[in-house]
């Protein structure tokens, strides 16, 4: 297990250095937009490191370990944060419950992966969201995907969006993307408001393949670095469409406007983010998932 | 018990109203300020009413009556709302089991109750919370409170404030102030940000009076009623010693990141926003207390 943990981390870092090369250079193609006068932004990255033995969180769990926050602040990304961890530790009696495995293994886990969110100037250009993860208790599975939020839906950028990540999902088994589009219905859906969050994508967890029968650790491995992969191919072409158009004012007070639901979403409902916080992680890598300015007029 | 509750509804609507009346006065008052040419702002009222059996909610709880909207967009306060509500029915069997008295009464209760969050254009006038509540299941009790959240802490604001509430405690019991400052101060906490989430005020829940072997009802009853008169008394003050000085775009700035913390804290952790959202509550009443503009850069 340790070299399958090895791994995977290390394809998480591949992929976030991938991810961040292909933003900046998205930053410097920019030639019209409200913002095209900005400097091209450039990634920050942030190392932190925890040990909650040293300092306990109040969340009851010990969490040990660290990750790396990259933020960029630029004219086409107003605010995009591409987070990597490696964390392991012990799950609270109460959080234990809650996760596969857990209780088994005296609330002992690892976990590793990747998280994106990106919110952009252009209210025509869409929103997204990416993460894919390792998580390791007596039981060991992958989980992740990705979802658009568009402010203005356009039925082009929905089913290229739709139609990459289907045949990403189609390489390894031809039940995934219908499971894991719908469930990514299910998961990003607001109650209160009985809207969904954007356009949907896919999602998935507690992807062992033993459960499948067929292909294992190196099955959903190799899974899970395709999603990331097609989100790297998928979402940029999808920003380059759309960044170099005007906006009026009327279509970023909408933005705003919607952006409250994706805060809403996220606070009120995403397992990403109370996992994260219940857990004692980093509150700042948690929470760069929130948009730089919204309204709730 | 039915006497009681249309007493305390009419409490309320009573409070509300004398509410409305004073801070329409003091958006007339306004003299100097960033914010000084916009007209003064008037209430606007919205019925509704629900009845879930008719459409029901999704989360198996159901709910009817309804309730009162009034919200101002003024020049003094930027975004206020005033929510009264009286509603009744019968709780979803897991949110059941969190209510005192309302498993062994088969999960019915009555709600009424008066919700205040004012977010105001000035970055030195402090931000302020009220609601004060009736609950009954197969029991009946009070809840409520007040608490201040400056974007610059003022001793002096700090200070008259907690006086009033201590004073109001004080005419009722002797024990009240130093239990339910603590019980504020623990509620109104961010854990994950290890903040509290203004200068505090006072909480109070599931004040039944025979548990304090003092007066019953009419002794509660008294004790709510005083603590919706010591906000109406204090809190314009407050606005008033601040409202008419000019401030910087450093000084907004920062106001709108410090409501980004008023906003986790309201989505993450407040019991009031879960039971309306848990409940099927009206999700723009519930969500009134979002601030109008926020920003996390």
Request: aromatic share 12%.
């Amino acid at each position: 297990m340790t070299e399958k943990k090895d791994l995977a981390a290390a394809w998480f870092r591949e992929l976030r250095d991938s991810i961040c090369a292909e933003f900046e250079k998205i930053e410097d193609e920019l030639t019209g937009s409200n913002k095209a006068s900005l400097p091209p932004g450039r990634f920050e990255r942030t190392l932190w490191t925890r040990n909650s033995e040293d300092s306990p969180n109040e969340t009851g769990s010990v969490l040990k370990g660290g990750g790396e926050i990259s933020i960029l602040r630029g004219r086409v990304f107003e605010k995009i944060g591409v987070n990597i961890s490696t964390v392991h530790g012990q799950f609270s009696e109460a959080f234990a419950d809650k996760i596969p495995g857990a209780k088994d293994n005296d609330g002992a886990f690892w976990a590793g992966g990747i998280s994106l969110v990106a919110h952009m100037h252009s209210p025509l250009v869409p929103a997204v969201h990416m993460n894919t993860r390792m998580i390791v208790t007596s039981k060991s599975w992958f989980g992740g995907g990705a979802d658009l939020t568009p402010i203005f839906p356009n039925p082009a950028d929905t089913s290229a969006f739709h139609k990459a990540l289907k045949e990403c999902c189609d390489r390894h088994n031809p039940a995934y993307y219908e499971e894991y589009k719908n469930w990514c219905d299910r998961y990003f859906y607001l109650p209160h408001r009985k809207e969904t969050r954007g356009v949907g994508g896919i999602f998935y967890d507690y992807l062992e393949s033993s459960n499948h029968e067929n292909g294992g650790w190196e099955a959903d491995f190799a899974f899970t670095k395709d999603v990331g992969k097609t989100f790297l191919a998928i979402y940029p072409q999808i920003v380059r469409a759309h960044m170099n158009k005007s906006w009026t004012e009327d279509e970023r007070e909408f933005q705003l406007i919607r952006r409250g639901r994706y805060v809403e979403y996220n606070l009120l409902y995403d397992r990403g983010t109370q996992f994260g916080l219940q857990t004692g992680g980093n509150t700042e890598a948690i929470l760069m998932s929130m948009p730089p300015e919204v309204k709730w007029p």
